[in-house]
């Protein structure tokens, strides 16, 4: 089970041009997404600590996926 509700992940499938999307396309995607975010995060964590702050900030965030 995933974080990311299935429903988010359909519209987001459907916005790139799908006319239909499998409940476990939604799904495998929702995995996927959620993984990446959470690489993301951790190294945005990194680099907040870095910075000596506990706030994690958008600035933080854009530059981890950067360097991932």
Same mark, same amino acid.
């Given at each position: 089970?995933?974080?990311?509700?299935?429903?988010?992940?359909?519209?987001?499938?459907?916005?790139? =041009?799908?006319?239909?999307?499998?409940?476990?396309? =939604?799904?495998?995607?929702? +995995?996927?997404?959620?993984?990446? =975010?959470?690489?993301?995060?951790?190294?945005?964590?990194?680099?907040?600590?870095?910075?000596?702050?506990?706030?994690?900030?958008? +600035?933080?965030?854009?530059?981890?996926?950067?360097?991932?």
């Amino acid at each position: 089970m995933t974080i990311i509700p299935y429903a988010p992940v359909e519209r987001l499938i459907r916005s790139a =041009g799908a006319h239909r999307v499998s409940e476990t396309a =939604g799904i495998a995607l929702a +995995e996927i997404l959620e993984q990446y =975010g959470l690489e993301i995060a951790e190294e945005a964590i990194v680099l907040a600590k870095h910075a000596k702050r506990k706030t994690v900030k958008a +600035e933080d965030i854009k530059l981890a996926m950067e360097r991932l």
